[in-house]
């Protein structure tokens, strides 16, 4: 039995009035909907009009119709547009002293604009010899211009004569308008020998053979709204032995929504009343207006408005539908909707391909081929691999794949080759298009015989399965008719291609809530509908603007205009919400990737009709947003976290116990947090393969630069001309240099200075000029004797209350004795930092970091040098041009400190306490409150910082 809403549905009317027409069978009639979706519904309103079993009649769409009398056959368009290029390097070269020089990749997007218009021109039926006569001779036309009125006829004229060839751009169309005919009619000619077509090319020519075609008794077109010229034709021949059902409503029927139905009806008539027209303004109509601030947040209106439907789980009957006006939301659509309160859906547009795996991975894999090999070495660019080596279908088919990224990443190589990447299926370079085909051919085979077997993987079979039909399609055309296209070009005929590819969800389409988009809700009908995306841009939709007739012309002769799309779309809308009951038109306020951020034209016109005044309510789409405020993080000392600490740092605890490095003190002085997760918790960051050198990496090769200078300089008896055979010879200190990054930051891999980047040169060049200005500093601060390079030193700091001894350590930049017996600690730094204090409360206070961490060298260095003055220095390199002696770089109090033994007590006495405190169960590890330090930290993403 039918709902009584759903009796009022149009397909109902129609299924209901054919009934009453022609009994119970429908064997002879052929029923014309203009998309297939109308059928399975029909069927199953005639079903329970009958109400016993029928003869059904035949369906059709209005394509097949067409397609189904002709002997020719539609077409791929990439064949098209190759048959096209080659005629219209043909007529060109005819008509030019010069040859047509651009390639088929060249051609492409012109050839695809062209055919579409040469296609439209067909299906309305154009006049060619008028449309594409040539500007010159315009007035030996107008003998052809007998089915246009005097006005249209001057209108045309002195729209043609404004292409005078006064510019290049006019010059330019004109010399490609003229040619456009001939380019027309060989094109046809070429196809019509093949047996191929284009639709609109087929649609013409049966048109023109119309009156032995067609032989069935009855036709009856269903839900029609505009009409091509060869839809109208075909309508005047078939209008003695058909039915004509329109599907209008008389609130829109006057305005531009009805435009074109209106003509329908009054040129072919109405198989149904006019009376059954006019529901439109019903009162128990409601309609409810949401605004969203983004097109994300709108989707979260689904589950309430599910609920609010007050359905059974089963949503048997298809009275409800989901619309959507932008259907590249749907992915996130379904993961809104609960299957626990939905158990039938019916999902219409199918699953988008572009947003599977199998097409990520063929993206990356076809950049890789096209952007990412260095021939000069034959690698690959490091940023292209590893998104290969990531994807989840490559470790299926290279289990090593992990392995191979993590050496990558390690020993930064940035340009890895064959070897290195173990892997000749993805990684052999193929040069031409054709083996690239074959390349992801053989991938994509690879691929689908891991999910050959698997019963829950039918997403991926599915996809899998379509890519390699497009792409074996593809390879025969490219085969057969031999295709020069570039790999990029194929990169985007691919993407185009796939882009039209969706892949069906399985469910009966005449139970449950449906899932649509805008276009195939044409003829059906839903009590219930949540529209989304009903902005300006999307409703009514952006109309393609590729086209190389004039919006004027293309007016004149009865084509499609921007004036034309809006009044389908309004016919669409307005039609879809005919009879619905319940209505929710959910736009967004913030800008969509069209751009576009109001309420489209067509709710506006609802907004101000006062017959709907009682009818609309308006809300406004909020989530609830609570700010999280940042809590500060503490992790408190229990019992087994204590163990462990002592564990580990306690000598007395156990003998093996580890040191405590400077960096690690000065980490647990800077942010305590920090120091339980990186040295308690041993949490690491995640490698990064980074090209640029950042400042730490900067230090690093530095600090390994001054190190092998030393080396290979007698440390026990520097003079100035050891020194200065650098400076004669500036090769030698960039032979230094590399040697430097070739262990910090190429991890000693070979690499000539010719393959670096510009930026690791750069950085070179620096590098090279701070080791030369460290050099002359040293020259001019001779005699002293160095007594260790990156000097190893430990220590021990004994802590009476807790009964706790603490191994420290670190290691020292260069460890010096000057002439009169001091020793000085250098600390060198790349940065600009600060080198006074004024007390040690400062550096035990998250301030001057690098002072307390040379400090901790003078302490440990101290219990071993008892005898001499020791100086902690930082060594500013970019500083060191100002004739600064670098005894006196760190001063206290505007004091230079001469001797460490000055501040040793206290010194000790402090950093005893602040140790001690890691013991300490009443003091928490606790997050630094000095946020400025933590913008380098690997955790301040943990700390939401």
Same mark, same amino acid.
């Given at each position: 039995?039918?709902?009584?809403?759903?009796?009022?549905?149009?397909?109902?009317?129609?299924?209901?009035?054919?009934? @009453?027409?022609?009994?119970?069978?429908?064997?002879?009639?052929?029923?014309? /909907?203009?998309?297939?979706?109308?059928? &399975?519904?029909?069927?199953?309103?005639?079903?329970?009009?009958?109400?016993?079993?029928?003869?059904?009649?035949?369906?059709?769409?209005?394509?097949?119709?067409?397609? %189904?009398?002709?002997?020719?056959?539609?077409?791929?368009?990439?064949?098209?547009?190759?048959?096209?290029?080659?005629?219209?390097?043909?007529?060109?070269?005819?008509?030019?002293?010069?040859?047509?020089?651009?390639?088929?990749?060249?051609?492409?997007?012109?050839?695809?604009?062209?055919?579409?218009?040469?296609?439209?021109?067909?299906?309305?039926?154009?006049?060619?010899?008028?449309?594409?006569?040539?500007?010159?001779?315009?007035? %030996?036309?107008?003998?052809?211009?007998?089915?246009?009125?005097?006005?249209?006829?001057?209108?045309?004229?002195?729209?043609?004569?404004?292409?005078?060839?006064?510019?290049?751009?006019?010059?330019?169309?004109?010399?490609?308008?003229?040619?456009?005919?001939?380019?027309?009619?060989?094109?046809?000619?070429?196809?019509?020998?093949?047996?191929?077509?284009?639709?609109?090319?087929?649609?013409?020519?049966?048109?023109?053979?119309?009156?032995?075609?067609?032989? +069935?008794?009855?036709?009856?077109?269903?839900?029609?709204?505009?009409?091509?010229?060869?839809?109208?034709?075909?309508?005047?021949?078939?209008?003695?032995?058909?039915?004509?059902?329109?599907?209008?409503?008389k609130y829109y029927i006057e305005t531009e929504a009805g435009k074109f139905v209106k003509q329908n009806i009054n040129k072919y008539g109405s198989a149904l009343q006019s009376n059954q027209f006019d529901v439109?303004?019903?009162?128990?109509?409601?309609?409810?207006?949401?605004?969203?601030?983004?097109?994300?947040?709108?989707?979260?209106?689904?589950?309430?408005?599910?609920?609010?439907?007050?359905?059974?789980?089963?949503?048997?009957?298809?009275?409800?539908?989901?619309?959507?006006?932008?259907?590249?939301?749907?992915?996130?659509?379904?993961?809104?909707?609960?299957?626990?309160?939905?158990?039938?859906?019916?999902?219409?547009?199918?699953?988008?391909?572009?947003?599977?795996?199998?097409?990520?991975?063929?993206?990356?894999?076809?950049?890789?081929?096209?952007?990412?090999?260095?021939?000069? *070495?034959? @690698?690959?660019?490091?940023? !292209?691999?590893?998104?290969?080596?990531?994807?989840?279908?490559?470790?299926?088919?290279?289990?090593?794949?992990?392995?191979?990224?993590?050496?990558?990443?390690?020993?930064?190589?940035?340009?890895?080759?064959?070897?290195?990447?173990?892997?000749? &299926?993805?990684?052999?370079?193929?040069? +031409?298009?054709?083996?690239?085909?074959?390349?992801?051919?053989?991938?994509?085979?690879?691929?689908?015989?891991?999910?050959?077997?698997?019963? !829950?993987?039918?997403?991926?079979?599915?996809?899998?399965?379509?890519?390699?039909?497009?792409?074996?399609?593809?390879?025969?055309?490219?085969?057969?008719?031999?295709?020069?296209?570039?790999?990029?070009?194929?990169?985007?005929?691919?993407?185009?291609?796939?882009?039209?590819?969706?892949?069906?969800?399985?469910?009966?389409?005449?139970?449950?809530?449906?899932?649509?988009?805008?276009?195939?809700?044409?003829?059906?009908?839903?009590?219930?509908?949540?529209?989304?995306?009903?902005?300006?841009?999307?409703?009514?939709?952006?109309?393609?603007?590729?086209?190389?007739?004039?919006?004027?012309?293309?007016?004149?002769?009865?084509?499609?205009?921007?004036? @034309?799309h809006d009044a389908v779309y309004a016919y669409y809308f307005y039609r879809l919400l005919t009879r619905a009951k319940n209505i929710t038109l959910v736009y967004t306020t913030n800008e969509t990737k069209i751009?576009?951020?109001?309420?489209?034209r067509f709710l506006l016109q609802l907004l101000v009709d006062p017959r709907l005044k009682l009818n609309i309510k308006q809300y406004v789409l909020q989530t609830n947003i609570v700010t999280m405020r940042s809590?500060?993080?503490?992790? *408190?000392?229990?019992?087994?976290?204590?163990?462990?600490?002592?564990?580990?740092?306690?000598?007395?605890?156990?003998?093996?116990?580890?040191?405590?490095?400077?960096?690690?003190?000065?980490?647990?002085?800077?942010?305590?947090?920090?120091?339980?997760?990186?040295?308690?918790?041993?949490?690491?960051?995640?490698?990064?393969?980074?090209?640029?050198?950042? @400042?730490?990496?900067?230090?690093?090769?530095?600090?390994?630069?001054?190190?092998?200078?030393?080396?290979?300089?007698?440390?026990?008896?520097?003079? !100035?001309?050891?020194?200065?055979?650098?400076?004669?010879?500036?090769?030698?200190? +960039?032979?230094?240099?590399?040697?430097?990054?070739?262990?910090?930051?190429?991890? +000693?891999?070979?690499?000539?200075?010719?393959?670096?980047?510009?930026?690791?040169?750069?950085?070179?060049?620096?590098?090279?000029?701070?080791?030369?200005?460290?050099?002359?500093?040293?020259?001019?601060?001779?005699?002293?004797?160095?007594?260790?390079?990156?000097?190893?030193?430990?220590?021990?700091?004994?802590?009476?209350?807790?009964?706790?001894?603490?191994?420290?350590?670190?290691?020292? *930049?260069?460890?010096?004795?000057?002439?009169?017996?001091?020793?000085?600690?250098?600390?060198?730094?790349?940065?600009?930092?600060?080198?006074?204090?004024?007390?040690?409360?400062?550096?035990?206070?998250?301030?001057?970091?690098?002072? /307390?961490?040379?400090?901790?060298?003078?302490?440990?260095?101290?219990?071993?040098?008892?005898?001499?003055?020791?100086?902690?220095?930082?060594?500013?390199?970019?500083?060191?041009?100002?004739?600064?002696?670098?005894?006196?770089?760190?001063?206290?109090?505007?004091?230079?400190?001469?001797?460490?033994?000055?501040?040793?007590?206290?010194?000790?006495?402090?950093?005893?306490?602040?140790?001690?405190?890691?013991?300490?169960?009443?003091?928490?590890?606790?997050?630094?409150?000095?946020?400025?330090?933590?913008?380098?930290?690997?955790?301040?993403?943990?700390?939401?910082?």
């Amino acid at each position: 039995m039918i709902d009584r809403h759903i009796s009022a549905f149009f397909l109902n009317l129609v299924a209901e009035d054919l009934i @009453s027409r022609f009994g119970k069978n429908l064997s002879k009639i052929v029923v014309v /909907f203009p998309s297939t979706r109308a059928k &399975l519904f029909f069927n199953n309103y005639l079903y329970h009009h009958a109400k016993i079993p029928l003869w059904s009649p035949q369906y059709k769409t209005i394509e097949s119709l067409f397609r %189904e009398s002709s002997s020719s056959q539609v077409c791929d368009d990439i064949l098209l547009i190759i048959e096209l290029y080659k005629t219209y390097v043909e007529v060109y070269n005819n008509h030019s002293k010069k040859k047509f020089e651009e390639t088929l990749d060249d051609f492409f997007i012109f050839g695809e604009t062209l055919l579409s218009d040469f296609d439209e021109i067909d299906k309305n039926y154009v006049n060619t010899k008028f449309l594409f006569g040539n500007l010159k001779n315009l007035n %030996e036309l107008q003998d052809d211009f007998s089915y246009l009125s005097k006005n249209q006829i001057q209108t045309l004229i002195s729209h043609f004569k404004a292409f005078q060839c006064n510019t290049l751009l006019q010059n330019n169309f004109c010399s490609i308008w003229n040619i456009l005919s001939e380019v027309y009619s060989s094109f046809k000619s070429k196809l019509e020998k093949k047996n191929i077509a284009y639709l609109g090319m087929l649609m013409r020519n049966v048109i023109r053979d119309v009156k032995n075609l067609f032989n +069935e008794t009855h036709y009856v077109f269903v839900g029609f709204n505009v009409l091509n010229k060869c839809e109208e034709k075909l309508f005047d021949q078939l209008k003695e032995k058909s039915l004509f059902y329109w599907d209008y409503d008389k609130y829109y029927i006057e305005t531009e929504a009805g435009k074109f139905v209106k003509q329908n009806i009054n040129k072919y008539g109405s198989a149904l009343q006019s009376n059954q027209f006019d529901v439109f303004l019903h009162p128990d109509k409601k309609i409810t207006f949401l605004s969203s601030f983004s097109e994300s947040g709108q989707l979260a209106v689904t589950p309430q408005w599910i609920s609010s439907l007050q359905k059974k789980f089963s949503f048997i009957q298809p009275d409800s539908a989901i619309v959507l006006c932008n259907e590249a939301i749907l992915p996130t659509l379904i993961q809104t909707i609960s299957l626990n309160e939905i158990e039938n859906i019916n999902i219409t547009m199918g699953f988008p391909i572009m947003q599977t795996e199998i097409i990520s991975f063929l993206q990356i894999l076809i950049e890789m081929q096209i952007y990412g090999y260095r021939p000069s *070495d034959q @690698s690959f660019k490091y940023e !292209y691999v590893l998104p290969v080596l990531n994807h989840p279908y490559t470790s299926l088919i290279f289990p090593k794949a992990n392995q191979v990224e993590k050496k990558i990443i390690e020993n930064n190589i940035f340009y890895p080759t064959l070897t290195e990447l173990q892997n000749k &299926l993805f990684f052999t370079y193929v040069t +031409e298009t054709l083996g690239l085909i074959k390349y992801l051919l053989k991938i994509i085979r690879i691929v689908g015989d891991f999910f050959k077997n698997d019963p !829950y993987s039918i997403l991926h079979q599915e996809s899998i399965f379509r890519s390699y039909l497009l792409m074996n399609r593809l390879y025969g055309l490219f085969l057969i008719e031999n295709l020069n296209v570039s790999k990029v070009h194929f990169s985007r005929l691919l993407h185009k291609y796939f882009s039209k590819i969706k892949i069906p969800f399985n469910g009966d389409p005449v139970v449950g809530m449906q899932i649509m988009g805008v276009l195939e809700t044409r003829t059906l009908d839903f009590n219930n509908l949540l529209i989304f995306n009903t902005n300006e841009g999307y409703m009514p939709g952006n109309k393609n603007e590729n086209t190389f007739i004039p919006q004027f012309i293309r007016s004149q002769f009865g084509m499609s205009t921007f004036e @034309s799309h809006d009044a389908v779309y309004a016919y669409y809308f307005y039609r879809l919400l005919t009879r619905a009951k319940n209505i929710t038109l959910v736009y967004t306020t913030n800008e969509t990737k069209i751009g576009k951020a109001e309420m489209s034209r067509f709710l506006l016109q609802l907004l101000v009709d006062p017959r709907l005044k009682l009818n609309i309510k308006q809300y406004v789409l909020q989530t609830n947003i609570v700010t999280m405020r940042s809590q500060y993080i503490t992790v *408190d000392k229990d019992k087994f976290l204590l163990e462990k600490i002592k564990n580990k740092y306690d000598l007395n605890t156990n003998i093996r116990a580890t040191a405590l490095s400077s960096t690690a003190l000065s980490c647990f002085v800077s942010c305590s947090y920090r120091f339980y997760l990186e040295y308690i918790q041993e949490l690491k960051k995640e490698n990064e393969l980074v090209p640029k050198i950042n @400042s730490s990496v900067f230090g690093s090769i530095f600090h390994e630069a001054a190190k092998i200078l030393y080396q290979q300089v007698c440390m026990q008896n520097i003079d !100035y001309e050891s020194l200065n055979v650098y400076i004669k010879f500036p090769q030698r200190i +960039e032979n230094i240099v590399l040697k430097a990054f070739q262990k910090e930051f190429f991890k +000693e891999r070979n690499i000539k200075k010719e393959n670096y980047n510009g930026e690791q040169l750069i950085n070179l060049h620096i590098i090279c000029k701070l080791l030369e200005c460290l050099i002359r500093f040293d020259q001019k601060h001779l005699p002293f004797t160095i007594l260790g390079i990156e000097y190893n030193i430990s220590g021990t700091i004994f802590i009476k209350k807790e009964n706790i001894c603490v191994k420290i350590n670190g290691i020292i *930049d260069r460890l010096q004795r000057e002439k009169d017996g001091t020793h000085v600690i250098i600390d060198y730094k790349t940065g600009n930092n600060e080198s006074s204090f004024k007390s040690l409360k400062e550096l035990f206070d998250k301030k001057n970091m690098h002072i /307390f961490q040379v400090f901790i060298y003078a302490f440990i260095y101290s219990q071993l040098e008892k005898k001499n003055p020791i100086i902690p220095a930082l060594l500013c390199i970019r500083q060191i041009g100002k004739n600064v002696h670098y005894p006196h770089i760190i001063t206290y109090n505007n004091t230079p400190v001469n001797d460490f033994n000055f501040f040793k007590f206290d010194f000790e006495k402090m950093l005893s306490n602040k140790i001690s405190e890691l013991f300490n169960s009443d003091i928490p590890f606790q997050q630094t409150k000095n946020i400025k330090a933590c913008r380098y930290c690997n955790f301040k993403e943990r700390c939401s910082r």
